[in-house]
């Protein structure tokens, strides 16, 4: 099983709907997991931390499922703006670094 | 301004011709990584840096160099490029990689012809 998984899309969703997509991941271990938002061709940007049971944010939700050893990511009444490249990253368990980044999920938000 | 910086920002450059790609950061943060993206492969790991003189192999190290002598720089180092080596280069710096907030720089484009 891969470190990291996610659907890599592309979701296309119309303006104002929620849309989730979700990350399974394998280290059991982890205990604290990232999404980042990536614009084209741009630098990765932290969007949320999830460190528990999940986290808020506005119009974003992140939750964690342990036992199913998965994290999804809601946005609900999407905005144009949304239209990113969303990446989870979680810490994989190996050596002094150990994070792992997904390949990357592609959401399109159409007018 | 807290951010990491990266240059040059593209370049286009030949086979075998040695370059370094820098990278700053003004956040005093011990961590600093690269990364190369490439299409359908995502974000793959080259070096990190865990402080000054401490650096490790990631998941794809060979043909890079890097270095550490002060804690803001970090310079990726292509002895003798080649066209596999074409990428996105990102330079990243955290506080500590497993909890806290990942800065990335701007990226560099590098092609190798």
């Known amino acids: 099983r891969k470190e990291v998984e996610q659907d890599p899309g592309p979701f296309n969703v119309p303006e104002g709907a929620t849309v989730a997509f979700n990350c399974t991941y394998s280290n059991s271990a982890s205990q604290s997991f990232f999404w980042y938002r990536q614009d084209c061709r741009k630098e990765p940007k932290l969007l949320m931390s999830?460190?528990?049971s999940g986290n808020e944010d506005g119009r974003f939700t992140a939750q964690l499922n342990r036992a199913s050893q998965y994290i999804s990511l809601l946005i609900r009444d999407s905005k144009l703006s949304d239209s990113a490249t969303y990446l989870c990253?979680?810490?994989?368990?190996?050596?002094?670094?150990?994070?792992?980044f997904g390949k990357g999920t592609h959401l399109i938000i159409q007018p | 301004e807290a951010q990491v910086t990266q240059n040059p920002r593209y370049l286009i450059t030949v086979t075998g011709k040695k370059l370094t790609v820098t990278c700053s950061q003004n956040?005093?943060?011990?961590?600093m990584s690269w990364y190369r993206q490439d299409p359908g492969l995502g974000l793959r790991q080259i070096y990190y840096?865990?402080?000054?003189?401490?650096?490790d192999k990631g998941d794809v190290p060979e043909g890079y160099k890097v270095s550490r002598k002060e804690k803001r720089n970090f310079p990726l180092i292509l002895e003798s490029p080649s066209p596999n080596q074409t990428s996105l280069y990102f330079c990243?710096?955290?506080?500590?990689?497993?909890?806290?907030?990942?800065?990335f720089g701007p990226g560099t484009r590098l092609t190798v012809l």
């Open positions: 956040m005093n943060h011990e961590y």
């Open positions: 999830v460190y528990s």
């Open positions: 990243a710096s955290s506080p500590e990689p497993r909890t806290d907030t990942q800065y």
């Open positions: 990253v979680v810490p994989s368990g190996g050596g002094a670094d150990g994070l792992t």
């Open positions: 840096s865990m402080n000054v003189e401490v650096t």
